[in-house]
């Protein structure tokens, strides 16, 4: 027997050994504080700087429309020519995930301009999108890091496939770091009947494999803007 085998063995021991419906302990990895909303909500505005990202915060929801506003007016300017779709797809300006905070947010938009992610969407009639919209579950104070639940790959796409990812976002949902958000996330990942992932968006995707020189939005999005919400949505 290898050493492989002995220490795959010690695992599947120690597994069966635990109920199927007990959830593995919160790992201690980095203590918490128990910082306030407003010393998380700074420290997650500077990290987010730091990776290139962009908070914009919102007293309400009502405040967050009219940014969505702008930032759909910027999208118009720098849309150009439109794209065909070379498969099927949204003929709108933007994808988003159909949730409630969203459609609320998007209030008052055309169709035209906003698309809510569908089945039969595929990635290449996804290309032409100008920005996907989606809500953050939480958010990571440490890291500047959204967590985004995505049941379908069509959801998953909306984070990254865009050039721009729109991140709707509630001030109490900042946690100080991963381990102090895992006991609410754990919960929902260990449901069986769970379809899909957390995605972790931190800034904008980025590379330095060439000639170490910094590039944006080669594997994802180019632009990632936050808005963050200090009400209740």
């Not at 010690?10 to 128990?34: C, N």
């Not at 987010?48 to 300017?77: D, K, N």
């Not at 498969?87 to 609320?104: N, T």
């Not at 639940?149 to 001030?171: H, K, N």
Request: charged share 25%; glycine share 8%; hydrophobic share 40%.
């Amino acid at each position: 027997m290898s050493s492989r085998d002995v220490v795959l063995g010690r695992i599947r021991e120690a597994l069966s050994d635990r109920p199927r419906d007990e959830l593995p302990p919160t790992p201690e990895v980095w203590p918490e504080t128990g910082a306030d909303v407003a010393t998380m909500a700074d420290r997650f505005a500077s990290e987010l700087e730091i990776v290139q990202g962009e908070l914009i915060r919102c007293e309400s929801i009502e405040s967050a429309r009219q940014e969505l506003g702008r930032l759909v007016e910027q999208l118009h300017g720098r849309q150009g020519d439109s794209v065909s779709k070379p498969g099927s797809g949204p003929d709108a300006l933007i994808g988003a995930v159909d949730q409630p905070a969203l459609r609320q947010l998007a209030e008052g938009l055309d169709a035209q301009t906003v698309a809510w992610a569908a089945d039969d969407w595929t990635a290449p009639g996804m290309s032409h999108l100008a920005a996907g919209l989606v809500e953050a579950e939480y958010l990571l104070a440490d890291t500047g890091s959204c967590l985004v639940a995505s049941s379908t790959s069509q959801e998953r796409l909306l984070c990254y496939l865009p050039p721009v990812c729109i991140v709707l976002a509630r001030s109490d949902r900042l946690r100080e770091h991963l381990p102090a958000a895992w006991k609410e996330i754990a919960p929902r990942v260990a449901e069986p009947e769970r379809r899909g992932e957390f995605v972790i968006i931190t800034g904008p995707s980025r590379t330095a494999d060439i000639e170490k020189i910094l590039i944006l939005g080669v594997h994802g999005p180019k632009r990632v803007v936050v808005l963050l919400v200090d009400t209740p949505l």
